[in-house]
């Protein structure tokens, strides 16, 4: 099965711009999960989507916003961008629900795209 | 609040040797854990995961043990190869909820 692939891989944008992040999970994959990496600060959580509904959402202002469409891609959207939102960029796929909706411990584990490099200017 | 921490931010042992990679939680509600391997400017690759069941699960060179008691959890890898250098990330998640992180230890393997 091909990875999780994330489009693009670099990104360079002025403050006050908008920026759309896209992902596109692992076949079958249901559930969409996005982080911001900075230095020092490990992988703080944005939002999780499955089956095209937000799950869960991090401690980030509404300029983060995310949807996920009917085929598990998902795209992220940072506008009005600040210096401070340089930082690398993950999306995360995992199976999600499995057969009749149970929980099992492989529909917990998941996989990392490359990331986007954003750099704000 | 961290719930989740990894307080060595670097680790440095001999090629061949064991390397330990230690996390620690607040959580209580936290019943899956993982490990992620990244190298820069790549995502991260998932290593090994534990349930709270479990106190141990192993794969290859790379065990994890888990303490509930004491809320902490460990990463032994054996042995330690110069590839295995790289920033090493605990994360947690208990139900429903999110998947936590920590910040996360570099390990350095010294050929």
């Known amino acids: 099965k091909a990875g999780v692939t994330q489009t693009p891989r670099y990104l360079i944008k002025t403050r006050g711009q908008q920026v759309t992040l896209s992902c596109s999970p692992i076949?079958?994959?249901?559930?969409v999960s996005w982080y911001q990496q900075t230095p020092g600060q490990g992988l703080q959580f944005l939002f999780e989507?499955?089956?095209?509904?937000?799950?869960n959402k991090g401690n980030f202002p509404g300029r983060f916003s995310g949807r996920q469409f009917s085929n598990s891609r998902s795209e992220m959207n940072v506008s009005t961008l600040e210096l401070g939102d340089s930082a690398l960029y993950l999306c995360?796929?995992?199976?999600?629900?499995?057969?009749?909706?149970?929980?099992?411990?492989?529909?917990?584990?998941?996989?990392f795209g490359p990331g986007t490099r954003l750099l704000v200017l | 609040d961290q719930q989740v921490k990894q307080n060595s931010p670097s680790l440095s042992v001999q090629e061949g040797r064991i390397s330990i990679l230690n996390c620690d939680y607040t959580?209580?509600?936290?019943?899956?854990f993982l490990w992620y391997k990244k190298y820069p400017a790549e995502g991260p690759t998932f290593l090994i995961s534990?349930?709270?069941?479990?106190d141990k699960n192993e794969d290859g060179r790379f065990t994890v043990f888990l303490n509930k008691s004491a809320k902490h959890l460990s990463l032994h890898i054996v042995p330690s190869q110069p590839g295995d250098s790289a920033v090493y990330f605990c994360?947690?998640?208990?139900?429903?909820?999110?998947?936590?992180f920590g910040k996360g230890t570099k390990l350095t393997v010294n050929p």
């Open positions: 995360a796929s995992r199976p999600g629900q499995g057969v009749m909706g149970l929980v099992g411990l492989g529909q917990e584990t998941q996989y």
């Open positions: 076949s079958g994959h249901r559930s």
């Open positions: 989507y499955f089956s095209e509904t937000q799950r």
């Open positions: 959580n209580s509600m936290f019943d899956y």
């Open positions: 534990i349930s709270s069941i479990k």
């Open positions: 994360a947690a998640k208990g139900g429903s909820e999110k998947l936590v």
